[in-house]
């Protein structure tokens, strides 16, 4: 499963870090931050043609299923037998490796998570997107179209998969009462000390902004993805001071679970899939989306610039957020499906209301996942933002 590596190519990003005025943020209107980003000119396909007879794609596990795991989860062989396009799929384990596949030049789309996207739109190793060529596009969410992640200057360069918010989870057997704030795992007193988790990535930087946002509104942080010196001095030192309580940070989904079941730990971030999968294995455990809001993801499906197999790589992108095919991996996965139509595919008729679908209102205190870059995300221009580069030094000293 996903997903964040430690490494980062400065060199892509430093493509990203040019000056520029300020965009207010309106529905397919630029990003904050973004209007003075200029990647590389490329022009989107303007045209699917006939199938070349095979994609190449580069994915996280469980997003490209083809029945070898599971004879019952396959929405691969469908897409095969209807475009004619065989797809080969090369496993990532972290966005790095996503990134570093991609610049082979092997690949024809990519999964990209966004701590990952804007670092391929940088590089020109990704084009932009015409989604008129895509005809499944019309029915995503508007909340998830032309976002920091997914687009520059208003032009996509990729198709939205689903999304997710990265959540508190408590043993309700031992954490009492039940939280509602993420000063639970950033109190230096906390009566859990040693079984506090925390996910093991720079980008959970950011988790530690977005309380900071809330605690202590003098920092002025707008988005955790936009640290001046300032602030992001303050999120890594409370990082630092809850490193004293953290008994052990993860990364595999599958080791918190365990985790969780042992009682190793009772407290910490973590994904829905992993409280639906906690509690079926009859761990006692809750979740809450925090009253500070939260990170989240919202991975995107991107073509590269120099596909060998563009048009079966657009048919793949059409698939994929197809509502029949959005609607397996979805639920697959555990996450919300990007497709506004695959809430009437899923198998199981509450999957959508589970995962939150459809509130906007849930996912407006959800802050995606961005690569921070040093032009500020939030539209300042008299200062310099820490970029990735510097959140994974940052990660590394944190945890010592």
Known sequence: MRRIGTAFAAAALALAT??????????????????????PALQAQRAVGTGEGQVNLVAWAGYVEDGSNDPKVDWVTPFEQETGCQVNTKVAGTSDEMVTLM???????????????????????????????????????????????NSVNGVPYGVPHGRGANLLMWRTDTVKPAPDSWSVVFDPNSPYKGKVTAYDSPIYIAD??????????????????????????????????????????????????????????????????????????????EAVLPKEGATGWSDTWMVAAKAAHPNCAYRWLDWIISPTANAQVAEYFGEAPSNAKACAETADPKHCET????????????????????????????VTCKDYAKWTRAWTEIKG
């Open 208 to 285: 530690a902004a977005v309380y900071l946002m809330a605690t202590k509104p003098d920092l002025g942080i707008k988005n955790p993805y936009a640290l001046d010196d300032k602030q992001f001095q303050a999120a890594v030192d409370l990082l630092k001071q809850q490193k004293q309580i953290i008994g052990e940070y993860w990364s595999d989904y599958t080791k918190e679970i365990q985790a969780f079941k042992s009682g190793d730990s009772v407290v910490g971030t973590t994904w829905q899939v992993i409280v639906n999968v906690a509690k079926s294995e009859q761990a006692p455990v």
């Open 18 to 39: 040019a000056c520029g005025g300020s965009t207010p943020t309106q529905p397919g209107a630029p990003a904050p931050g973004q209007s003075g980003f200029v990647p």
């Open 103 to 149: 610049r082979t030049g092997q690949y024809d789309a990519v999964s990209a998570s966004g701590d990952a996207s804007l670092r391929l739109i940088a590089a020109g190793t990704v084009a932009p997107v015409n989604t008129s060529l895509i005809p499944n596009y019309a029915d995503v969410f508007d909340g998830l179209k032309s976002k920091p992640w």
């Open 355 to 382: 995962f939150h679908a459809t509130d906007e209102t849930y996912f407006s205190k959800v802050h995606y996942w961005t690569t921070p870059i040093a032009q500020c995300l939030d539209g300042r221009t008299d």
